[in-house]
């Protein structure tokens, strides 16, 4: 086995070091791809490592050989990448002298046992530089887990940023609209702004639109308008009235919605990315239901539209349980 580790280690170690002592340059984009040649080289050193720790003299020292094959996973890594950044001049003098000093390492790891006298020591020593060498690779993997998580951190305050400026216009232009509206404004000019950013428009939106004399009636009318879909959010989280009488008026909206999706569904392997596009109908047509009110033909047509459409299964199965009354 001993042989077969050496043999690993020549085909793994000696390309490393030519790559690692001979003069480089890299283009204007980097080493690209330069790890799909140091990988399989680490890869070979990983394994030549592996069968030397199988070996029974690392018990005899009173170490556990399972340990050891901790060291396996950041020397992969340190043996990968150190060979590509020795190409930048200001680190090549300090990871020649690495890369030599556990390559000098994994021949005592390997070979230690086999020398007659201070066997012990030598193959001690080969094992602490690499580990060192190791250690270089963990060390590697925790400074690249840290730039992500700041990479990550950055991008989320970055988007957080955004999307308060873009709320903080959109309040300052839902306030001119809304002052422009008239005292006596309709319920489809009130309905766009019962979701304003504008929290003192959004209250008072809300008020305006539960003091009208007659919100049921004009509720199922917009149904029937062009407005239908822009009363769904309002219909879902504020409407104060009874859900039950709304029920004609919705399935009308369901069956036409039905046909309007039919083209976009159709063909769309991943419809599940349409759910919170069309979770609206469905909760309103339980609280229909719930009330007393028949929507069934709508969500019939519904469950049939929605089969086979990954990722909508639970839609669909709100359907039918609703079709079946």
């Not at 170690?13 to 002592?21: I, S």
């Not at 021949?107 to 530089?129: Q, R």
């Not at 919605?257 to 609206?280: I, K």
């Not at 469905?282 to 009110?293: Q, V, Y």
Request: proline residues 4%; hydrophobic residues 50%; aromatic residues 10%.
């Amino acid at each position: 086995m001993t042989v077969f580790a050496d043999l690993l280690l020549v085909l793994g170690c000696l390309p490393m070091l030519l790559l690692t002592f001979t003069a480089k340059r890299s283009g204007p984009e980097g080493p690209v791809g330069a790890h799909m040649i140091t990988g399989p080289l680490a890869l070979l050193q990983a394994a030549a490592l592996a069968i030397a720790f199988s070996n029974a003299a690392w018990t005899e020292l009173g170490i556990v050989r399972g340990w050891l094959y901790l060291i396996l996973p950041g020397y992969l890594v340190a043996s990968t990448a150190l060979p590509i950044v020795a190409i930048e001049a200001r680190w090549r003098s300090r990871v020649r002298a690495a890369i030599a000093a556990v390559v000098a390492g994994c021949v005592l790891t390997t070979n230690a046992h086999t020398f007659p006298e201070g066997a012990p020591a030598l193959g001690i020593t080969g094992l602490v530089l690499v580990g060192a060498h190791a250690g270089i690779g963990y060390a590697m993997l925790f400074a690249l887990w840290v730039q992500n998580e700041r990479n990550r951190l950055r991008t989320a305050q970055a988007d957080v940023e955004r999307q308060g400026e873009f709320e903080m216009k959109q309040a300052a232009w839902q306030r001119g609209e809304w002052a422009k509206l008239p005292a006596n404004a309709e319920l489809w000019q009130l309905i766009q702004f019962t979701h304003a950013f504008a929290p003192e428009v959004k209250a008072q939106c809300l008020e305006r639109i539960a003091n009208l004399p007659e919100l049921e009636k004009e509720v199922q009318a917009m149904l029937g308008t062009g407005w239908a879909e822009h009363s769904l959010r309002y219909l879902e989280d504020h409407y104060p009235l009874r859900f039950g009488p709304l029920a004609a008026s919705f399935q009308a909206v369901l069956v036409d919605q039905c046909e309007r999706w039919e083209v976009t569904l159709r063909d769309d392997r991943n419809a599940g990315t349409w759910y919170y596009n069309l979770v609206h109908y469905f909760t309103i047509a339980e609280r229909i239901a719930a009330d007393g009110g028949d929507v069934r033909e709508g969500m019939r047509q519904w469950g049939e539209r929605l089969r086979g459409k990954h990722g909508l299964g639970e839609l669909r199965s709100r359907a039918e349980k609703l079709a079946a009354g």
